[in-house]
């Protein structure tokens, strides 16, 4: 690599593709060798507690077959692992580096650290741009006539569809004959990154157009494999939304509903940052919680007693994945059932989940707790024997995650009808206080 020579980087993120990535398609086709950087970044890898993550084993996989891509163009991908102002710093001090492009982030931590990364360019004279790839509409692009955000999904998402409709869908290509020609074997194995090998086996994203087509009517039931699987790639930008989007458009208008939910609840917590600690109805922060240390164990273990919901929690600590049917349960189960507050289940989550992302699942959680933007009324309350009847009547899902014997044994740890009675006592009172 001819370090006197004035280049441009490209900073990878949670967009590990080339096809269809609008900021590196924007920086090949800039004008100077493209050099393209990734850092696993310390700040975020030290708050994993657990060694076994499959999302550092999912990214570390993307992130070699990226490499292995542009190797075979006569180029490479700088991989760093540290923190991301010292990891420019060394660039900057190494390389003439006229110009650094990236996709844009709307997560709190990660708008902060992009602001901390402009204006260390700007201090060195050095030029920027961040470009719009995650999602179609960003921050402020849909709002109410009245200038305010949206906070009921129907009218957001006919507003969604409307705009989309008038603007369309643009595909990007990447000129790869752009990158900077330099020889890098440089890599980390997640021993070196802190973390153990697990079963993730990362493989590009393929759509089932038949499941997809399927989608509407097959979703709901946990044993059928009747969802696409498709959030870990959406959520480290493995597979682009526009070629999502394009795929719902052709197939099927419930999938496209549910892309349109992700980006209803990306944009409330880019306008409403609060949700990551208070509830969106502030009242409801008044709730007692009970948080019981050994109830909430049990939770998670899958130990309730109630099959659907134990199913599920077996699921999500066996692979990283829960159907999004018993997703709901769990959750309604956990805040309303045992009254655990939904920041610790929220944070359960956030452990676990392969395709966990910050937006939809604080989103998804304060709707399951009723205290979030278009959540549903807070006496609303799944029955898990009713909701197992409906999804899983033949009790396919549930064999195939509690197939143990000394199963049959756990009785229920909390009877229904009296769970639900001091679930609708104990939320009234919290939001009449709190008026
Ligand atoms: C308590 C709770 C927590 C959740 N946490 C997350 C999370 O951390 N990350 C996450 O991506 N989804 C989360 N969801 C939403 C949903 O359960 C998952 O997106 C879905 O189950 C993932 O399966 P799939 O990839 O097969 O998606 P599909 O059902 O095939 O849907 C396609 C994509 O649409 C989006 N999507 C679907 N449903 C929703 C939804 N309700 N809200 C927002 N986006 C949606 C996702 O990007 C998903 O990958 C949560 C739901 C609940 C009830």
């Not at 699987?229 to 930008?237: D, Q």
């Not at 502030?282 to 019981?292: A, C, G, H, L, T």
Request: charged fraction near 25%; aromatic fraction near 14%.
């Amino acid at each position: 690599m001819d370090s006197a020579s004035p280049i441009h980087i490209f900073w990878f993120r949670r967009d590990l593709r080339i096809t269809d990535n609008v900021g590196f398609s924007e920086a090949l086709a800039s004008g100077k060798p493209v050099l393209p950087l990734f850092i696993f970044d310390t700040d975020i890898l030290s708050r994993l507690d657990d060694p076994y993550d499959r999302r550092v084993d999912f990214i570390l996989q993307a992130v070699a077959s990226l490499k292995a891509s542009f190797q075979k163009m006569g180029s490479s991908l700088k991989v760093f692992h540290g923190n991301p102002k010292a990891v420019f710093k060394d660039l900057i001090a190494e390389h003439q580096v006229e110009k650094v492009f990236w996709n844009r982030d709307y997560e709190p931590d990660a708008l902060a650290r992009d602001e901390e990364i402009a204006s260390l360019l700007e201090n060195q004279q050095i030029a920027w741009a961040s470009y719009k790839d995650q999602v179609i509409f960003e921050g402020d692009e849909l709002l109410k006539s009245n200038g305010e955000p949206y906070t009921i999904y129907t009218p957001y998402a006919k507003r969604w569809r409307a705009k989309l409709d008038q603007e369309g869908l643009d595909f990007h290509q990447a000129k790869l004959e752009n990158l900077l020609a330099f020889e890098d074997e440089g890599y980390f194995s997640l021993e070196e990154l802190g973390f153990q090998e697990t079963d993730m086996v990362y493989s590009s994203p393929v759509f089932d157009i038949q499941q997809i087509q399927q989608y509407d009517k097959l979703r709901d039931y946990p044993a059928r494999d009747g969802s696409t699987k498709i959030g870990i790639h959406l959520r480290f930008g493995t597979i682009s939304i526009r070629e999502c989007v394009k795929v719902a458009l052709e197939n099927n208008a419930t999938w496209l509903s549910e892309l349109i939910w992700r980006e209803f609840f990306m944009q409330i917590l880019y306008h409403f940052p609060r949700v990551v600690h208070e509830s969106f109805k502030r009242e409801y922060d008044q709730i007692v919680w009970r948080n019981n240390p050994e109830e909430f164990a049990l939770w998670c273990a899958g130990e309730t007693g109630y099959p659907l919901v134990d199913a599920g929690m077996r699921e999500l600590n066996s692979t990283g994945f829960m159907h999004n049917r018993v997703r709901m349960l769990v959750a309604s189960f956990l805040t309303k059932h045992l009254l655990i507050d939904w920041r610790l289940g929220e944070a359960y989550f956030a452990s676990k989940l392969n395709d966990y992302e910050l937006a939809s699942n604080n989103g998804n959680w304060q709707w399951a707790a009723g205290c979030g933007c278009d959540a549903a009324p807070y006496f609303r309350i799944f029955n898990p024997s009713i909701q197992q009847q409906k999804f899983d009547k033949q009790g396919e899902y549930i064999q195939r995650w509690l197939d143990d014997k000394a199963y049959t044994a756990v009785s229920p740890m909390v009877e229904h009808a009296f769970a639900r009675e001091r679930a609708i006592a104990t939320y009234k009172k919290g939001i009449t206080a709190a008026k």
